[in-house]
T-cell receptor, first 114, second 108 residues
Framework: EAQVTQNPRYLITVTGKKLTVTCSQNMNHEYMSWYRQDPGLGLRQIYYSMNVEVTDKGDVPEGYKVSRKEKRNFPLILESPSPNQTSLYFC?????????????FGPGTRLTVL | DAKTTQPNSMESNEEEPVHLPCNHSTISGTDYIHWYRQLPSQGPEYVIHGLTSNVNNRMASLAIAEDRKSSTLILHRATLRDAAVYYCILRFQQKLVFGQGTRLTINP
């Protein structure tokens, strides 16, 4: 089954403790992206990757890092999480990241930073 | 990023058609019109997209005005499973820019 998977689905952590949220897709997509969703602010893009070893900032990249060493994986790294990064995170992928392409979203990771 | 305007909420009855409007008066010639929906506790899900012509797929139809300044997503026969937030998005390059969307309630 074609899908985007994220782990963990739920995470409660404390300020400053480094964490990684994994994202994997099995559709051989070149493009992957991370979004965060907050009440009243909607979904906002954090980082995206057009292909392996190619990443770029989205609208809200501060406090986040990403890497794209393999086509299927696009982990989101919070090196020193803070409470304002408490949010619902979604990973997405599409074939090439072009305007007509469909983006497929993962099920989400709910992160709470205390 | 070009903006879209949608009603905050709409309500319909099960098995009736639903027409979800979207205004995008600042659309440019290269913007695609995408619709996604987000069911409760799930990630966004692609519904349909178009550029200039009306489009149909198994989920819905997309009617695009001739001047492309507005569009309408049509669910031909709503079911309770169609209750979701529907997002109308203009897309030029890689990014999807989500607005607040329309929360659709379906009454049994």
């Amino acid at each position: 089954e074609a899908q985007v998977t994220q782990n963990p689905r739920y995470l409660i952590t404390v300020t400053g403790k480094k964490l990684t949220v994994t994202c994997s897709q099995n559709m051989n997509h070149e493009y992957m992206s991370w979004y965060r969703q907050d009440p009243g602010l909607g979904l906002r893009q954090i980082y995206y990757s057009m292909n392996v070893e190619v990443t770029d900032k989205g609208d809200v990249p501060e406090g986040y890092k990403v890497s794209r060493k393999e086509k299927r994986n696009f982990p989101l790294i919070l090196e020193s999480p803070s409470p304002n990064q408490t949010s619902l995170y979604f990973c997405a992928s599409s074939l090439r990241g072009l305007a007509p392409d469909t983006q497929y979203f993962g099920p989400g990771t709910r992160l709470t930073v205390l | 990023d070009a903006k879209t305007t949608q009603p905050n909420s709409m309500e319909s009855n099960e098995e009736e058609p639903v027409h979800l409007p979207c205004n995008h008066s600042t659309i440019s010639g290269t913007d695609y019109i995408h619709w996604y929906r987000q069911l409760p506790s799930q990630g966004p899900e692609y519904v349909i997209h178009g550029l200039t012509s009306n489009v149909n797929n198994r989920m819905a139809s997309l009617a695009i005005a001739e001047d492309r300044k507005s569009s309408t997503l049509i669910l031909h026969r709503a079911t309770l499973r169609d209750a979701a937030v529907y997002y109308c998005i203009l897309r030029f390059q890689q990014k999807l820019v989500f607005g607040q969307g329309t929360r659709l309630t379906i009454n049994p």
